[in-house]
């Protein structure tokens, strides 16, 4: 497993005498946890020569367990819904209608300690409220998103 970067190449026109610099990359969630992986960058000094230099970049396991807000909310056709586990078991997400009632199973199975994105699709539901829960053997968490067509 690797971190995966939504854009392979970020050119940075030129840095004014620093030896430092922040960079900000769009990194995609789902990734295992407690690994190591290398960012290559290739720098171009002032004089033209060209140097490869290397950063490791360290992904950990959450610290708890977390249910994020879908976005985008209200939406239509479909949402994201952002979740991290501290630990491996089984995870249930569902999603009810204002009645209680269950109207889709998105997840039920045993997942590793990490970040996670999973997408819900709102096909054959009507406008309206609902609410999805994420259920493990330690944390229940449920809350609520606007479907609008």
């Known amino acids: 497993s690797s971190l995966r970067f939504r854009k392979t190449e970020q050119k940075i026109e030129r840095i004014e005498k620093r030896v430092e610099a922040e960079f900000m990359f769009d990194v995609e969630r789902e990734v295992a946890s407690n690994k190591i992986d290398t960012l290559k960058f290739i720098v171009t000094g002032a004089n033209g020569i060209m140097e490869e230099k290397e ?82 053997e330690n944390y229940k968490m449920i809350k609520k998103m606007v479907l609008l067509k």
């Open 55 to 136: 950063i490791l970049i360290g992904y950990t396991i959450p610290a708890e367990f977390k249910l994020e807000q879908n976005y985008p909310n209200p939406f239509n056709p479909s949402t994201k819904i952002e979740y991290q586990l501290p630990k491996d078991g089984r995870v249930t997400i569902k999603v009810f209608n204002v009645l209680g009632q269950e109207v889709r199973t998105l997840l039920d199975e045993v997942k590793s300690a990490g970040y996670y994105t999973i997408e819900f699709k709102s096909n054959g539901l009507s406008s309206g409220i609902y609410f999805y829960s994420l259920f493990t």
